[in-house]
């Protein structure tokens, strides 16, 4: 029993401990999110396994220009024929027995230029792997983001439905008070207690949706996405503004152009390599060793080989190969194109989403004090006996969205300028 009640203790004391170091953690900052998701496994990772396998064909492709040396050993026996011991029986061979040690060094001439246009498909290839790889990472972070913006935004709304739903009960207790009294009707207390239920349930659907952003942001790192993330909260943080003068046609830096240029250069490529063999391609053979009917030293030799093939006709199976790489890259280049117009347009939708999310911030931030202006002559007036409790109703609901316009306005300007870093190719 004993034995049993320190085993509990113990485990409460590392949940304790746990606890008490998450916290008095320090909240994680946009950059640390980043970090985290860039450090789990990922979209990331699976770029950065195929820019290493792009490199490993590079090597390949260089190796095809050296000496590729081997060794080689053998014995070959051949049966005498019937009645005659110093005649073998296949004619092929050179004798009875033949031993065989030689060192091999090959050599291929590039004289088609296959090997260069491997050695072009190869680079090309690295090239689109580490612009696949900056495009997987751009947008990791820009879910990122998206997501950190989401759960602060979520939050926020969740403190303004309860300072909603706190200011909708003091006036349920007030209209109450009031028609007990004598003072008020119960169409205001009604009023009253239908804004709470409405705002209750607003408050609901706000903590449900904290909830959601943070499984969602959590989720980019961990399993664990449960626990609530502490955040720094960047909405009472001074606002960077607008760039007042943006480069020209910073969208041309963008990823995905030089991935098509190299998805382009890697067919023109293939095109070059398939029309190669229509060329002659040479080789160097060079050998050293034993290849005698005896095992012994003294017999050791050396021999070199050229070897020279040029195709003759292939009933245009080259010159159509050729052509469809060729076209290959007509299209991509097409795309290309396409894609620089579309870049060009979400670049300029991005500068005007956010010059105009910027304004509504102050907007919002003046609609924030008229409303709250509002309510409090409503709730005077309706002291004093002057004024309805629908037009409490109404101010309140009025202060709960301009608030939730306020700090909606905030996220939508730190996503559009994300946005815009995406669409400058930064």
């Known amino acids: 029993m004993r034995k049993c009640m320190q085993v509990v203790a113990a485990v409460v004391a590392l949940a304790a401990s746990a606890a008490g170091q998450a916290a008095s953690s320090p909240p994680l900052t946009l950059d640390e999110c980043i970090r985290l998701a860039e450090g789990a496994q990922s979209n990331v990772s699976i770029a950065r396994q195929q820019a290493e396998i792009a490199r490993y064909g590079l090597t390949q492709a260089r190796a095809g220009f050296l000496p590729q040396v081997h060794f080689g050993g053998g014995f070959t026996y051949n049966s005498p024929l019937a009645g005659s011991p110093d005649s073998f029986s296949f004619v092929a061979l050179n004798g009875l027995r033949e031993y065989s040690s030689l060192f091999s060094t090959a050599l291929e001439l590039d004289t088609s230029g296959r090997l260069r246009a491997g050695l072009a498909r190869a680079r090309a290839d690295q090239d689109a792997a580490a612009a696949g790889l900056r495009i997987n990472q751009r947008e990791l972070r820009r879910a990122v983001t998206a997501g ?66 943070n499984h969602a942001l959590a989720a980019f790192w961990t399993t664990s996405a449960r626990a609530p993330l502490a955040v720094v909260d960047v909405f009472d943080q001074p606002l960077l503004p607008p760039e007042t003068t943006p480069a020209p046609s910073p969208y041309t830096s963008r990823p995905e152009l030089k991935l098509l240029d190299a998805e382009k250069r890697g067919l023109l490529a293939d095109a070059r390599r398939a029309q190669a063999e229509l060329f002659p391609q040479a080789s160097v053979v060079f050998q050293y060793g034993i290849d005698s009917l005896r095992p012994h030293l003294a017999d050791r030799g050396y021999a070199a080989f050229v070897n020279v093939g040029l195709p003759v006709f292939d009933w245009l199976r080259i010159h159509s190969q050729t052509r469809q790489f060729e076209l290959r890259a007509q299209q991509v280049e097409t795309e290309r194109t396409m894609a620089e117009r579309a870049f060009s347009k979400e670049y300029q939708d991005a500068l005007a989403r956010v010059e105009q999310f910027y304004s509504q911030i102050s907007l919002a931030r003046e609609q924030v004090k008229l409303s709250e202006e509002n309510l409090r002559l409503a709730r005077l007036r309706y002291d004093g006996g002057e004024g309805l409790a629908l037009d409490v109703v109404s101010a309140q609901n009025q202060l709960a969205q301009a608030r939730a316009n306020y700090y909606t306005a905030l996220a939508s300007y730190q996503n559009g300028r994300a946005d815009l870093e995406v669409a400058s190719g930064r």
């Open 148 to 213: 950190y913006y989401r759960l602060l935004l979520a939050r926020r709304l969740i403190g303004v439905s309860d300072d909603a739903l706190a200011e909708a009960r003091s006036f349920e207790k007030r209209t109450q008070l009031l028609f007990d009294n004598g003072e008020a009707a119960q169409a205001d207390v009604v009023k009253a207690k239908a804004q709470v239920a409405f705002l209750d349930q607003a408050l609901n659907a706000a903590r449900l949706e904290s909830d959601l952003a």
